[in-house]
């Protein structure tokens, strides 16, 4: 196998003469770029490329991951080499392709391989190879719990009541020591006193059931014609396919279907979702009408999590849901990919190994040869621009389902809507609707975006906004540096005390969802209204109970961020109300206006999927914003036009690629130093070829957690150039930048 990343001066891979040996190479999972040789001691078995082992690395010879690359080096340097300590699979837990894949994503994304391999597979996997696990049952009623208990232990019990109440009793030990803090010995002691019971269980597959529900129905036409024109591309063979279809127009329907053509012949499907998803009725769906399903989602213990890797490795498990790292899941008879709501940001992992779970899911269909279908009710601009390039296929899905009209969206001017004086951000058009709702007792869903870390600065009393001198642009307050800031030409400027114009009480507008909490309480006192954001939703429980109680009526108002968007489908809500389209179009990122977009769509998407009809009021100080204006008139393509040429003109993605890096020190002058010393080492390689350089400058937010960021921000006129120029260069561009450095290809966020 070729060695990625050649790094001649590190002192494992320092010439020396000697005797050859054989040796193995090794991709260790640290940030080196280079693989290594180790010895492969004989009572360790026979060497495979794929196997996972333990290595000692580094002066300390710390243990660490590898993956076996190469199991047939041969060294002259046998006296000097270590040697594998321990292998971590009998059997190899990549396969070619899979390496193949990894390869790939080491390149692309410019991460070190041994860090990707490690990556690809849960680290439960190989440790637990037991196949039972501890549970606990509740065993004390609630009344005769002892009145003295400590914290953790209440919660314990609570966490256990709480459980039985929904009918998901018992839970795994794991699990409860994950939501109650309690330690294994804290429980331990609640089993001796006999408040509850722990008992052992062979760890299964919940979902994996095998006699799938019949169709409740027959296809329409849009949905038969994107059936009949996928056939042919899923009896095999690289395909990508766009299945454009506006929300509650039977995507999932269709998605049900191609799978099961996939898995009627035997072989395996992957359907990525947004995390969210995971937890609402299309999942219950999902498992209801397919084979054998695993489901890779957050809340699996450690042992469920090996046992469905093993089970999809098997070949048991007949289709794999999950998030985007379940892009990577060993199906050795893989037959179709299908990633949900394509356009989500949050298949861009933000962490090393930084990769785009879309992207490598088309990859990977095309190193397998079978057919990759991205969903979306608005495809993000770079499946699109494939789409048009004719990379991709696209299908459409232009109507909802029974002939369910889109529901109607209402843009408000908040501005016109405030009155004088008063702290609000529910306008009287949205208050009026939600009485309204509530006395017909319909159910309402609030999205406030909190995407804004930022927010505008704003006088209730006279209107007054702050702009700034020099682009009469909306300034937007900084929680980071505490300033107030220019989105277009970066002035800042302090945070006023009070208002310039009439001396009033300034409002921070868009920042946070319990201002809002408590408005609702005044306006609508006898409304019942859950929060769903990620503070308030720390465990997929959490999110259940919520859930389960918003579908049960038990909850008038449910009050969110974007996670409230996402694939939802409440019969009963017949209003949806974006208190502020506005954050998103203020965050200095070039996707914003498509994020707006999307997010609206998306919402309204929410509102009318039976027979209530749905109505969506969307408010905002900036009415005029196109992106506002089209998504209210659900009108994809002509936002599409009008976003591409900008992008085009401002050779913005799709139509150029990004890299951007970020070098972090936590002294402000050698994180500019080594961002000033890597700039022009980047600058020499690439001018010649023509990829263009913004930077170094300090990041968009410049500090975080006392580390200063600052950015370099690469162009490129095609995906790979900047990969090609640099890709087998980074340890010679790394060496002596004495500060953190963060490569992000494609990237997604951009603060
Ligand atoms: P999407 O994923 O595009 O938002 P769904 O697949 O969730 O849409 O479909 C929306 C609703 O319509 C679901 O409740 C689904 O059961 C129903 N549905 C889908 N296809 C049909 C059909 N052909 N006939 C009747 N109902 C359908
Ligand atoms: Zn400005
Ligand atoms: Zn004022």
């Known amino acids: 196998m070729a060695r990625l990343f050649e790094d001649a001066d590190t002192a494992e891979a320092a010439p020396a003469d000697g005797p050859a040996v054989a040796a193995v190479g090794i991709a260790v999972a640290a940030g080196v770029w280079s693989t290594y040789d180790y010895l492969y001691p004989s009572e360790l078995g026979t060497p495979a490329v794929g196997q996972r082992v333990r290595v000692p690395f580094g002066r300390g010879s710390r243990k660490l991951l590898g993956v076996v690359v190469d199991a047939q080096r041969l060294s002259t340097r046998g006296d000097k080499l270590k040697a594998v300590v321990e292998v971590l699979d009998a059997r190899p837990m990549f396969d070619q392709s899979m390496l193949a894949l990894g390869e790939w994503i080491s390149e692309y994304y410019l991460t070190p391989l041994g860090m990707v391999l490690s990556a690809m597979v849960p680290s439960a996997v190989g440790r637990h190879a037991e196949k039972s696990e501890t549970v606990a049952f509740l065993a004390a009623e609630r009344h005769d719990w002892p009145s003295r208990l400590g914290g953790r232990q209440k919660r314990v019990l609570d966490e256990l009541l709480e459980a039985r109440k929904q009918g998901i009793e018992p839970l795994t030990l794991e699990g409860l020591m994950h939501h109650s803090g309690a330690s294994r010995d804290t429980i331990k002691r609640l089993a001796g006193r006999e408040l509850i019971r722990l008992a052992s269980r062979p760890v299964t597959l919940e979902s994996l059931g095998d006699e799938p529900e019949p169709d409740p129905f027959d296809l329409n036409a849009d949905q038969q014609a994107v059936m009949d024109a996928l056939a042919p591309k899923l009896a095999g063979g ?7 279809g506006v929300t509650g127009s039977g995507k999932t329907e269709v998605y049900i279907r191609a799978i099961r053509r996939v898995t009627q012949v035997g072989k395996q499907a992957v359907l990525l979702v947004p995390e969210i998803a995971l937890a609402t009725q299309t999942l219950q769906r999902l498992l209801k009408r397919l084979p054998r399903v695993a489901v890779m989602h957050s809340g699996l213990t450690d042992a469920q999590r090996a046992f469905y890797w093993q089970q999809i490795r098997d070949g048991e498990a007949s289709v794999v849901v999950g998030p985007r790292s379940a892009v990577f899941a060993p199906t050795p008879k893989l037959g179709l990919i299908i990633v949900d709501e394509e356009n989500e940001p949050t298949y861009k992992q933000d962490t090393a190994p930084r990769y785009h779970g879309r992207d490598v899911a088309v990859k990977r269909a095309s190193l397998a040869g079978v057919p990759v279908i991205l969903g979306s009710a608005t495809p993000s601009l770079e499946s699109l621009h494939n789409v048009q390039l004719g990379r991709y296929d696209c299908l459409r899905l232009p109507r909802r389902v029974q002939g369910l009209p889109l529901p109607t969206l209402e843009i408000v001017h908040l501005r016109r809507e405030i009155q004088p004086g008063r702290v609000e951000l529910i306008g009287k058009t949205l208050a009026h609707k939600m009485a309204a709702a509530l006395d017909r007792r319909e159910q309402i869903i609030l999205l406030m975006n909190r995407r804004g870390y930022a927010s505008y600065v704003f006088c209730p009393s006279c209107k007054w906004e702050m702009k ?201 002058l050698k994180a500019e130093a080594a961002a000033r010393e890597l700039a022009g080492r980047l600058g020499r390689l690439l001018a010649p070829v023509g990829v263009a350089m913004m930077g170094p400058a300090p990041a968009d937010i410049p500090k975080i957690r006392d580390q200063f960021r600052f950015s370099i921000l690469l162009t490129a006129q095609r995906a790979g150039a900047v990969q090609q120029v640099v890709g087998g260069r980074m340890a010679a561009l790394l060496r002596d930048v004495h500060a953190e450095v963060i490569a992000d290809v494609d990237p997604v966020n951009l603060l």
């Open 468 to 668: 700034c001198e020099s682009c009469s642009r909306a300034m937007v307050f900084h929680q980071a540096t505490q300033l107030v800031m220019c989105h277009y030409c970066n002035r800042t400027a302090a945070l006023p005390e009070h208002c310039i114009a009439c001396g009033g009480k300034l409002l921070l507008f868009g920042l946070g969802i319990q201002r809002i909490e408590g408005e609702l309480a005044r306006k609508f006192p006898a409304a019942r209204v859950a929060r769903m954001d990620s503070d308030t939703m720390t465990s997929p429980r959490q999110f259940r109970k919520v859930f389960d109680d918003f579908s049960a009526g038990e909850l008038d108002i449910l009050l969110g961020t974007q996670m409230v968007g996402k694939g939802l489908d409440f019969p009963r809500v017949s209003l949806v109300g974006v208190v502020s389209a506005d954050t998103s179009l203020t965050i200095p990122d070039f996707r914003a206006s498509e994020r707006t977009f999307q997010l609206i769509v998306q919402v309204a998407g929410r509102a009318g999927r039976a027979d209530t009809r749905g109505d969506v009021v969307v408010q905002t100080l900036h009415a005029d914003e196109p992106a506002v204006q089209l998504a209210a008139r659900h009108d994809y393509d002509g936002f599409a036009e009008i976003e591409m040429s900008q992008r085009q003109e401002a050779l913005l993605p799709p139509f150029t690629r990004m890299v951007r890096f970020i070098v972090r020190h936590n002294q402000q």
């Open 238 to 244: 690289f395909s990508a396919t766009v299945l454009h």
